[in-house]
């Protein structure tokens, strides 16, 4: 079974609209975290917003924002007032445990691409 | 203040032909992970290392060997290189659990 789950192959938006894209995950591990990150077509990988499951908000960061919803093991990330800029694939990542030593080892998802409509 | 640097860039090999990717972080993180990216399928960890001295098995390792020099440097080599290998490559470091692993910019390798 897959632990990390992307059913949004591709997702479009208007320019200063907000967007959603969706992750589920599956873990029986009590500790874990959630990432999303962003891979413009330039290739490369950059971390955006971080979830724990332990806490109790919801994470934001600038524009991005992550809306947890632990019960459903969803972590979805909501993107406002998009930008061209911000056309590019998505990926998010979960990391079990608390990690053996700082073990921090990722399982990604399968991405969706989000392209932005001027 | 460089981050992940990986070498090299790109590189196309013939089955049969070995070669090592090169990492190397300034951060002072003690964790490393070797990803490779084939499309459609996310990232997918071949090995890692927690800790310099220490590496481990991640999802992929068929195929590959790696080596912790040092806490800076993490290299991946593949001792017969095949036309499955084909992909993009990517070395990352982490230190806090709450921090995102820092990714090198990638090696795009094609097996002829």
């Known amino acids: 079974a897959q632990k990390i789950t992307q059913t949004q192959p591709g997702m479009f938006v208007q320019e200063k609209e907000a967007v959603t894209l969706d992750c589920t995950y599956d873990?029986?591990?009590?500790?874990?975290?959630l990432f999303w990150y962003k891979q413009p077509s330039s290739g490369e990988m950059i971390f955006l917003i971080y979830?724990?499951?332990?806490?109790?908000q919801n994470a934001t960061e600038g524009r991005y924002s992550l809306n947890f919803q632990k019960a459903r093991k969803s972590a979805n990330l909501v993107i406002s007032a998009s930008q061209l800029g911000d056309s590019a694939m998505y990926f998010c990542?979960?990391?079990?445990?608390?990690?053996?030593?700082?073990?921090?080892?990722?399982?990604f998802g399968k991405g969706t691409l989000l392209t932005v409509n001027p | 203040n460089a981050g992940v640097t990986q070498t090299p860039k790109f590189q196309v090999l013939k089955t049969g032909q070995s070669m090592t990717l090169q990492c190397a972080q300034d951060?002072?993180?003690?964790?490393m992970y070797w990803y490779r990216q084939d499309p459609g399928m996310g990232l997918r960890l071949i090995y890692y290392?927690?800790?310099?001295?220490?590496?481990d098995k991640g999802e992929v390792p068929n195929g590959y060997n790696v080596s912790r020099l040092n806490k800076r440097e993490f290299s991946l080599r593949l001792e017969s290189a095949a036309p499955s290998q084909t992909s993009v490559y990517f070395c990352?470091?982490?230190?806090?659990?709450?921090?995102?692993?820092?990714f090198g910019p990638g090696t795009r390798l094609t097996v002829l």
């Open positions: 873990t029986s591990d009590p500790s874990y975290g």
């Open positions: 290392s927690a800790s310099e001295g220490t590496t």
């Open positions: 951060m002072n993180h003690n964790s």
């Open positions: 990542a979960m990391r079990e445990g608390l990690g053996g030593g700082s073990n921090y080892k990722l399982t």
């Open positions: 979830q724990g499951s332990y806490d109790q």
């Open positions: 990352a470091s982490s230190e806090q659990p709450s921090g995102g692993s820092i």
